[in-house]
């Protein structure tokens, strides 16, 4: 395995203000007005910093939203998985706004995006491979050095798998996460999904990731899909409220890791602000209940 | 494939096929059963190209407005197929839209709208430039005299110099505003017109209809030109053009950000 195994001293800074282990939302530039004049109580809010990198009004608002929430940033174009390595201007223009807006979390995605120049815009899977482990594992230390900070990588979900893949996705995940010192990213609604799409068992592969590792878990809603020949698949589309298969889940995830920083994710069909609170809501009363549990967070 | 590929060969095959649509030779790479795997790359595709026609739509709203929904997104498909993202910013994406649909047979009815794309990209680019500080005036006046002709501006990166030839500025206006009685109004004659575009700064998009001469002093400075081979080159074109008056117009206004000034050639 090519990573440097706990070797990346990643510090974690001081000026910035933490993510409670709250329920939070995403925010999107459907919801900018509405955030910043009503001030919803809300734990924190994530954003994609990609959404960020230039400047006039968008950056005017990340800044009006940052007096008043805890932040984290999400990223989607890193391709972690690129075995070309890292788009360092890509990498270059996050440190900079990373620098500028000190989010509380950093997080990103175990996939890949960008090959032979061209980027799709879409978090592909990676064939689970010792050397796509090491891959991973020399990308998300480079990032670390780079940031000065640990990220968090999140599971994806997927609608394909490789043939020649030889590692369990979730001992893959946990491995990169030993190697690289990275947190996890638990995405409930992706382990819901993947584990039905390829026959996995969302319990087994909940339980297989490394507790103290999770810093963040996410919820979202996800299509089904029924094809031609009776199969369903379900599809992570995030226009929906989260299902209530997911929310089991869920209360079986911070069981497992305690409590941590939840996000609603919305980003097809985006409803009014409201139901995000509302959902929101709903995941803070599973909170409330692990408290109530003794599961306080375990993270690292 | 007899080998285990590596992790760049894998990529680039899924790269093609969700790309170019070559999904020979992937059933060997992707696990089919119940789902082909051509069938399992068609649901990423169309996730991805799916991202990229509404990032089309977010850049090109007047254009849209002008030819309807289900045009643009048959325009758009076919873009797409030919011209895919090279960055991960898809604010950075769709430059090329305007110089498609200019050889885009189906939208010959409407000349102008390659224009109108063109001038919606400057807008685009306008409102996401980067922010920057106008140029403080005090700092020019103390070049000395005899260097002020070797100032190289820096313009804002916000700032877009386009010529077109429709009215495509009063167009996008009309369509923006849905102001159907100036659109009804506007002459649609062909003939050069120079734009400049940059955003405001209390926000929306300051967009003006230059002169001839004025919009090339602009393009000169913008493009670093030296300010006394800048102001000569607009000496032939207009004998009632005072470039001098122009030029502290453009400092005024804040088109740029910084300058240099050039070494003296030695003698």
């Given amino acids: 395995m090519g990573g440097t195994a706990n ?10 203000t933490p993510v409670p282990a709250q329920a939070g939302i995403g925010l999107r530039f459907a919801h900018h007005r509405a955030v910043i004049e009503s001030r919803p109580q809300i734990g924190w809010l ?23 929430y805890p932040l984290s940033f999400h990223g989607v174009g890193l391709s972690l998985g690129t075995a070309q390595g890292l788009d360092r201007d890509h990498l270059r223009q996050l440190k900079e706004l990373i620098d500028r807006i000190e989010p509380g979390l950093v997080s990103e995605h175990l996939s890949w995006s960008r090959v032979d120049g061209n980027h799709i815009p879409d978090l592909l899977p990676l064939p689970l491979t010792e050397e796509a482990l090491a891959c991973v594992c020399r990308n998300v230390d480079a990032v670390q050095s780079c940031f000065g900070r640990r990220i968090l990588l999140e599971n994806p979900s997927s609608y394909l798998r490789y043939r020649h893949s030889t590692i369990p996705e979730w001992e893959f995940l946990a491995a990169v996460a030993h190697a690289s010192g990275c947190g996890i990213l638990c995405d ?15 319990q087994d592969y909940l339980a297989a990731l490394p507790a103290k590792a999770i810093g963040e878990i996410h919820l979202a809603g996800h299509a089904t899909r029924l094809l031609d020949n009776g199969r369903v698949l379900r599809i992570d589309d995030h226009g929906s409220r989260v299902q209530p298969e997911v929310w089991a889940l869920y209360e079986q995830a911070i069981a497992h890791c305690g409590v941590v920083p ?12 409201d139901v995000l609170l509302d959902e929101a809501r709903q995941a803070e009363t599973y909170l409330e209940s692990a408290r ?9 | 494939m007899d080998t285990m590929p590596s992790l760049h060969e894998a990529q680039r095959a899924i790269g093609r096929a969700i790309v170019l649509g070559d999904v020979d030779g992937i059933a060997a790479l992707v696990v089919g059963d119940a789902i082909s795997a051509a069938d399992r790359i068609a649901i990423y595709r169309n996730t991805a190209t799916g991202t990229l026609l509404r990032a089309l739509r977010l850049s090109y709203p007047a254009v849209e407005s002008l030819v309807g929904e289900e045009f643009f997104e048959g325009a758009a498909r076919i873009f797409i197929d030919g011209c895919w993202p090279r960055g991960a910013l898809l604010d950075d994406y769709g430059a090329e839209f305007a ?21 919606e990209w400057s807008v685009h680019r306008a409102l996401h430039a980067p922010d920057a500080e106008p140029l403080d005036l005090h700092r020019l006046a103390l070049v000395p005299d005899g260097q002020s002709g070797q100032v190289r501006f820096v313009p804002d990166p916000g700032l877009g110099l386009i010529s077109v030839h429709w009215p495509a500025d009063e167009i996008w206006h009309a369509v923006i505003d849905s102001d159907d009685d100036a659109m009804a109004t506007i002459e649609l004659v062909s003939m050069p017109r120079w734009l400049l575009v940059q955003r405001a700064p209390a926000g929306g998009i300051d967009l003006q209809r230059l002169s001839y001469p004025q919009w090339r002093l602009a393009q000169a400075l913008g493009a670093g030109v030296p300010l006394a081979q800048a102001l000569a080159g607009t000496a032939d074109v207009d004998s009632t053009f005072v470039p001098e008056q122009w030029l502290a117009q453009l400092l005024s206004a804040g088109r ?5 000034v050039d070494a003296p050639t030695p003698a």
């Fill in chain 1, 7 to 16: 070797s990346v001293a990643v510090p974690f800074g001081t000026n910035r």
């Fill in chain 1, 46 to 68: 994530e954003v994609h910093p990609e959404n960020y990198l230039g400047g006039g009004a968008n950056l005017r608002s990340l800044n009006a939203v940052r007096d008043s």
């Fill in chain 1, 188 to 202: 409930v609604n992706n382990i819901y999904v993947s584990a039905c799409n390829h026959g996995w068992s969302a």
């Fill in chain 1, 262 to 273: 939840t996000l609603i994710e919305w980003d097809n069909d985006i409803p009014g602000l």
């Fill in chain 1, 292 to 300: 109530a549990h003794g599961y306080h967070a375990i993270a690292a």
């Fill in chain 2, 99 to 119: 110089g498609f649909l200019a050889d885009f047979d189906a939208a010959d009815s409407i000349p102008y709208l390659a224009d109108v794309a063109r001038l």
């Fill in chain 2, 256 to 260: 740029f950000v910084d300058f240099a």
